[in-house]
């Protein structure tokens, strides 16, 4: 088993020259040629510097987010997509001078108090302390999710595989992660 890390776009325009056998990303993928299982939906959670007025807030209204800065990462991330798409719902504007090339990134420069940003549920977990410069809040009375899935080509003949791959993802984050809504 190899395992590597990169942008998701990269990562499925390789799946499709052949360079990986299977990719966990962000759904919807983007190919005909591919067959994607889903694994879970995660929850995003809005990230604020620690001296935000809101993070004073218990949670923030989507009616709070109008003309609040958010930062997203490159487009080669589904998840720019989304947060895009957000921004215009909420009225919120997607700060386009800076990028973040990971979420690390996207995390350091909402700490630095360059604008909000949308941070998954599992890297909320495992990268947010109780020191950290980044506190994060749920929306009122809405939950905005992304869908994570495993992908691989059509034309592989390891789809049992894969799926049994799948079914031992989705019983570890079901055990192991609450706040995941597994398929």
């Known amino acids: 088993l190899y395992v590597r890390e990169s942008e998701p776009r990269f990562l499925e325009d390789e799946l499709g020259r052949g360079v990986h056998d299977l990719v966990l990303t962000q759904l919807p993928a983007v190919s005909k040629e591919h067959v ?3 694994l879970f939906a995660e929850p995003l959670y809005l990230a604020l510097a620690r001296d935000h007025p809101l993070a004073k807030e218990d949670s923030v209204s989507v009616s709070q987010l109008r ?8 487009q080669s991330y589904h998840l720019y997509d989304q ?3 957000l921004c215009d ?4 504007r997607l700060v386009r ?18 604008g ?13 302390t109780a020191r950290s410069e980044v506190i994060v809040r749920k929306l009122k009375g809405r939950t905005i999710t992304r869908s994570v ?7 592989a003949g390891r789809g049992d595989s894969y799926r049994a791959i799948a079914g031992v993802i ?3 984050a079901s055990r192991r992660f609450k706040d995941l809504s597994v398929s």
Request: glycine share 8%; no cysteine.
């Open 36 to 38: 994607a299982e889903k």
């Open 170 to 172: 989705r019983d570890v």
């Open 116 to 128: 909000a940003a949308f941070l998954p549920a599992l890297y909320v977990h495992s990268e947010l």
């Open 67 to 74: 003309d609040l800065d958010i930062l997203a990462l490159s």
């Open 83 to 85: 947060i895009s798409s």
């Open 97 to 114: 001078d800076y990028e973040g090339t990971s979420l690390d990134a996207l995390r350091v420069m909402v700490g630095m108090g360059m």
């Open 89 to 92: 719902s909420f009225g919120a």
């Open 149 to 155: 899935g495993l992908v691989w080509r059509k034309s």
